[in-house]
């Protein structure tokens, strides 16, 4: 049996993306970079908020965990690449895939039977 499920791998892969993501930005002296430098840290402090939560273990956190990892990945080719112009709006989608998946790690108003 695998240590992890899906959505914990798919947390951990984009935990490990933004990680690097943050370490190239910080490399940089554009704005933009310093912008979404402060923005991954913020994610990066979402992912460890949730990355102990019940709902991870489930096959529900899959589409959402997938999302993120998804968005890190652009965002970590944008920085690669120094496409700065795009990568407020790459960030924000990560932000916004964040979010999602804290709701619903949160699992509020959900009843396990």
Request: hydrophobic share 40%.
């Amino acid at each position: 049996m695998a240590a992890f499920t899906k959505g914990l791998e798919n947390l951990q892969e984009a935990i490990d993306t933004c990680r690097q993501a943050s370490t190239a930005l910080a490399e940089s002296s554009a704005n933009e970079a310093a912008q979404a430098k402060t923005s991954l840290q913020e994610v990066l402090t979402s992912f460890d908020e949730v990355s102990d939560k019940f709902f991870l273990k489930t096959m529900m956190s899959m589409p959402p965990t997938k999302a993120c990892k998804t968005e890190a990945a652009a965002v970590a080719t944008l920085i690669s690449e120094e496409n700065w112009g795009g990568l407020s709006g790459a960030v924000e989608k990560l932000q916004k895939a964040t979010k999602a998946l804290v709701t619903k790690a949160k699992m509020d108003g959900t009843t396990i039977t």
